[in-house]
């Protein structure tokens, strides 16, 4: 059958973002290497495979290239400036809302294609994912947690009738003091995280004892089982372990399953959700700095936040994979939920 008008251009569109969508992918190898480097490459060769389908389908009506939709030039640029944490999530959450689902002329193969290499993203995206995830979420929660309770306290200082610089005062007071708390908590969390995983983890000088073992009675098994080896499995290891001792060939070490690294640096933590919280729970303030009208002041701030809040909900969205405008949308509703509460409380108080 003879395409009509919109099928064309419909199948154009598809043509030129499948062609920008290699284009992101190539350029995401070209910062990467070894395995992540070939599989990106692989997925780039797969969406060649679908230009080359729309191109065939379109035939004499290819027409002149048509530019890509925003969301895949969005990606494409963020692949050559800023690498690949990003530009993954975007593509994960692309690939899976992939509109061949719901569209006669694409295949059905197509469709699967789209969704596997969902996943495919999904697992390179994860490694950045985890590289990011201590430091990110410390982030984000400093930086929400000093939005929010720096705009509850002043909103709700602000409803009480208090001046301008009462005000000010109060949110000064309240960034050192959330900021100080904030420290010292992650402080502790880390440490005491630490201190545990340094119970658990076998003792540095336990390797050095092996040579004196008994080999008939081989205890050795029973750190293994305790680690959570099966017994033939126990066994089989400490036997292994005994005879390259004794052939004067190196063994694994005990100690090689420690998470410390995992758990992050106390200070590190400490002071970053000291910079994050103190940053966040400076904006609500700025417009009592500047000694703005109380009314004005009290608006301007609920604005700020408000935006604060939108960017910092799209990001997680745009890292999680998911609908950046939906994280967003739920930030800004639970910051001015908080901040609405205190502003009646201190209304009612007076």
Not at 170 to 189: D, K, P, Q, V, W
Request: charged letters at 20%.
């Amino acid at each position: 059958m003879t395409p009509d008008k919109k099928q064309i251009r419909r199948w154009q569109k598809y043509l030129a973002n499948e062609r920008a969508e290699a284009v992101v992918y190539r350029e995401l190898a070209r910062t990467a290497d070894g395995e992540e480097r070939d599989i990106l490459l692989k997925l780039a060769e797969a969406e060649d495979r679908h230009e080359q389908y729309w191109r065939n389908k379109l035939g004499n009506d290819l027409g002149m290239p048509r530019r890509p939709s925003m969301g895949t030039r969005t990606m494409a640029f963020l692949a050559r400036r800023f690498g690949s944490v990003f530009t993954l999530a975007l593509m994960q959450s692309a690939e899976s809302r992939t509109p061949y689902s719901k569209d006669a002329d694409a295949t059905e193969q197509m469709t699967a294609d789209e969704r596997i290499h969902a996943e495919v993203v999904r697992g390179l995206a994860q490694r950045g994912r985890q590289q990011l995830s201590g430091g990110f979420r410390a982030a984000i929660f400093g930086a929400n947690d000093g939005l929010v309770s720096n705009l509850a306290l002043v909103l709700g200082i602000f409803a009480s009738g208090a001046s301008n610089h009462t005000i000010l005062l109060t949110g000064l007071s309240g960034l050192l003091a959330g900021a100080l708390s904030m420290a010292a908590g992650e402080y502790i969390s880390v440490a005491s995280q630490r201190e545990l995983l340094e119970a658990s983890t076998p003792h540095p000088k336990t390797n050095t004892l092996l040579p004196q073992l008994d080999v008939n009675a081989n205890e050795l098994a029973l750190v293994y089982r305790a680690r959570g080896m099966d017994a033939a499995t126990a066994d089989h290891k400490a036997q292994q372990t005994l005879r390259s001792i004794r052939d004067n060939q190196p063994v694994d070490s005990l100690t090689n399953d420690s998470n410390l690294d995992a758990a992050g640096s106390p200070t590190q933590a400490a002071l970053s959700s000291f910079f994050f919280f103190a940053t966040g729970a400076l904006l609500p303030i700025i417009p009592f700095i500047l000694n703005l009208p109380t009314n004005t002041a009290a608006v301007a701030s609920t604005v700020i936040v408000s935006v604060a809040l939108l960017t910092t909900g799209a990001t997680v969205g745009l890292l999680s994979g998911t609908s950046p405008m939906l994280k967003a949308l739920r930030q800004l509703a639970i910051g001015l939920a908080a901040a609405a509460t205190t502003y009646g409380i201190g209304s009612l108080f007076g």
